[in-house]
Structure formats: structure tokens, C-alpha cells
């Protein structure tokens, strides 16, 4: 029965073209997840107008996410697939939330910090620093036990936690404390071209990223100039960062662990295996980039799912607000 298995609840902001680090560190885990868990994957617009987007390409790009998710192998029958604005239970959820929030503790969040410098203190929406906040409805709304997200979303899980603790103590148990499910191999891609950075899909430099929608030969380009060292062993060590995320993305993809992709390599120089990173991607991604294009083509298709996961997702988090609002002392409607 659905209703006893244990609740996944991720989500991936339409803000920029996927990367492999959205796929690897999330997306490729989901799938594994589908058969166990009652699942919630959400396309969170929401979250992406915390910096300025442009209406067209938001609009091209949430389709193009959820088309992502289904190519990936999300089955819209076994999990709930949705768009986040289409559920208004979210932003509802977040504006309580708020105010069971300090201010401190969401200015210390490092990707606000990173963010605000990025963009520059004046054009700093309030929305950027409330953002896990919103994260945090996302999540508590459905009761989520796990959540599963590549390294980088450690600090908003937590912030997430200790909301839910501070009003499940201030009322009663009211949500469920949820836990990171952060994979093994591939939970932080790293940047291409500098390599003690997190790849991501909102770097300015195109080299430094492999897009889930690359074709072959950019891919095989991209990682042919990916920064390595002079050092000329395949080995997995952080004195030679850029070898090392290229044996992780290897070992995320091919499930073959550092030890082995290693022993592959020994005695051979880097073009090899480079070479042979770029194929293992291009294949994995490949049958991919096919089934989103197809899936962009039928656009009712895509509007029967986002349409009847909405309806869902509505009808689950409905009810949990509508007790946070009890709890809170709001008078009921009816
Ligand atoms: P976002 O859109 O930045 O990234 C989506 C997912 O991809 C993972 N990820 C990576 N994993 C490994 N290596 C990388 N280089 C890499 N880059 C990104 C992220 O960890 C994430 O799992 N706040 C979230 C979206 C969100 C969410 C939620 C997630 C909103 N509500 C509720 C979980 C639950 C975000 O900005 O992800």
C-alpha cells in the first residue's frame, strides 16, 4: 500500500539548463527511488524568481525540466510529478513558516551569501534570503521522511529541520523531521574548469559545465579541455582535483568504483581516458536528450501530467496546512 511507504519529496529550480550535476546528484537517484517510496518531484518555479528570469525562458524551461524528469525515467504513474506555482498550498505554507524563522539564520546561509555577492547587496530580493524557507513548506507540506539532494542542499535540509522541530515544540507534533538522502558517488560534480568549485548550471563560463541537453560533440570538447594537472596518473586524490571529478563522474555513471576506473588506467596518459569519459556521458546521456525532445513535442501529454500531479500534490499539502492553520489559531472557513 503506498500509504506505508516512506515519503520522498526533491525538486530542481528552472533556472538555467540542467547540468550532469543536477542529474547525478539528484535526478539519477530519484529514478533508483520511485519503486521503494511514495515520491514527490516538483519543477520549483517558485524558487527560480528569487533572481530576476526572463517570462519566456522560464516558461521553455519548467516544460523542458519536467520533460527532463520523465526522460530520466520518472514514471508519472508511480510518483507525483508537478509544477510548483501550480499548487498554492506552498507559498500559503511559506509565509507561515516565516514567522518561525529568524532573519539570522537565514542570512548565514552560505548560498545567500555566494548569491548576494554574485548579484551585487541592491538588487538582493527578499525572496533570495526567504528562498529555504519556501524550501522548507516544500518539503514539511507532504511529511517527507527523506529528501533526496546532492551535498549542497546540507544547510537548507537543516534549516528545515530545526523550523519543524521549533513548531512541532511551540504546538505540537505537526511534521515530520525530515532526513538528506545524499548518494554516494556524484553528490558534488565539480566545476570543469576549476575544479574546487561546485559545477553549476548559473556559471558564466560554458566550459566549466556538461549540460544534460549537450550534443556529442560539445560534450566530447568540453571534457577534452576540462582542467587536470601534469601529474599524468588516473588517480582519485584531492591533490589532482580535475582528475578526481572526472573518476567521479565516471563512477556515478557506470557504477564502477575510483579503485577499479584506477586500475583501468594505469600506465596510460589522460587523453584515453578522457576520451573514454566523454563516451560514457554521451552514452548515458544520449537516449536521454531523445526522449525530452519527444517528450517537448507533446506538449498535451506534458499538460495531463503536470495537470493530474497538481491535483494531488494540492489534495496532500492541503491538509497539512490547514492544520498548521489550526495550530496557529486561525479561524476555519467552514
Ligand atoms: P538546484 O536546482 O540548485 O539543484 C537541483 C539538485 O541538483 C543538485 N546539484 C548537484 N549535485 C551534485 N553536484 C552538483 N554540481 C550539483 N548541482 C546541483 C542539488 O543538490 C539539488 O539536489 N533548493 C533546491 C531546489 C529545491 C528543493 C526543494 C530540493 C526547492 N525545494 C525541496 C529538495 C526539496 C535547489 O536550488 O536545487
Redesign the pocket.
Given at each position: 500500500m503506498e500509504n506505508n511507504k516512506k515519503i520522498i519529496?526533491?525538486?530542481?529550480?528552472p533556472s538555467g539548463d540542467l547540468?550532469i550535476?543536477?542529474y547525478?546528484?539528484?535526478l539519477k537517484n530519484w529514478v533508483k527511488l520511485q519503486d521503494q517510496y511514495d515520491c514527490y518531484y516538483c519543477v520549483?518555479d517558485l524558487?527560480a524568481i528569487t533572481v530576476r528570469q526572463e517570462p519566456k525562458d522560464l516558461r521553455k524551461r519548467t516544460l523542458e525540466v519536467l520533460a527532463i524528469y520523465l526522460a530520466a525515467g520518472l514514471d508519472p504513474e508511480k510518483n507525483t510529478i508537478f509544477i510548483q506555482s501550480h499548487v498554492s498550498t506552498h507559498s500559503e505554507a511559506a509565509w507561515l513558516l516565516n514567522c518561525y524563522t529568524y532573519t539570522g539564520e537565514l542570512s548565514r546561509m552560505t548560498q545567500f551569501k555566494d548569491k548576494s555577492k554574485r548579484y551585487g547587496e541592491a538588487t538582493v530580493s527578499v525572496g533570495l534570503l526567504d528562498y529555504p524557507v519556501l524550501?522548507a513548506a516544500?518539503?514539511l507540506l507532504y511529511n517527507a521522511d527523506l529528501?533526496p539532494?546532492?551535498k549542497?542542499?546540507t544547510q537548507?535540509l537543516e534549516i528545515t529541520r530545526d523550523i519543524a522541530q521549533r513548531f512541532n515544540n511551540l504546538y505540537s507534533p505537526t511534521f515530520t523531521i525530515p532526513e538528506g538522502y545524499i548518494p554516494e558517488a556524484?553528490?558534488?560534480?565539480m566545476d570543469l574548469q576549476e575544479p574546487t568549485k561546485?559545477?553549476?548550471k548559473s556559471s558564466d563560463n560554458p566550459n566549466s559545465y556538461i549540460l544534460i541537453m549537450d550534443s556529442p560533440d560539445v560534450i566530447r570538447k568540453k571534457i577534452s579541455r576540462a582542467v587536470t594537472d601534469t601529474l599524468g596518473i588516473v588517480k582519485y586524490t584531492d591533490e589532482q582535483p580535475g582528475i578526481k571529478n572526472l573518476i567521479t563522474i565516471v563512477s556515478s555513471i557506470t557504477a564502477m568504483n575510483p579503485e577499479e576506473i584506477e586500475k583501468k588506467y594505469e600506465g596510460q596518459g589522460y587523453a584515453q581516458f578522457k576520451s573514454d569519459v566523454a563516451d560514457i556521458i554521451i552514452n548515458e546521456l544520449e537516449p536521454i536528450q531523445k526522449k525530452v525532445n519527444e517528450f517537448l513535442s507533446d506538449k498535451t501529454y506534458l499538460e495531463s501530467v503536470y495537470k493530474k500531479g497538481a491535483e494531488k500534490a494540492y489534495y496532500i499539502s492541503n491538509k497539512v496546512l490547514r492544520k498548521m492553520q489550526k495550530k496557529i489559531g486561525f479561524i476555519p472557513k467552514q
Open positions: 519529496f526533491s525538486g530542481i529550480q547540468t550535476g543536477n547525478l546528484g539528484a520549483v524558487h524550501m516544500d518539503i529528501v539532494v546532492g549542497d542542499q537548507h556524484g553528490a558534488k560534480i561546485k559545477m553549476s
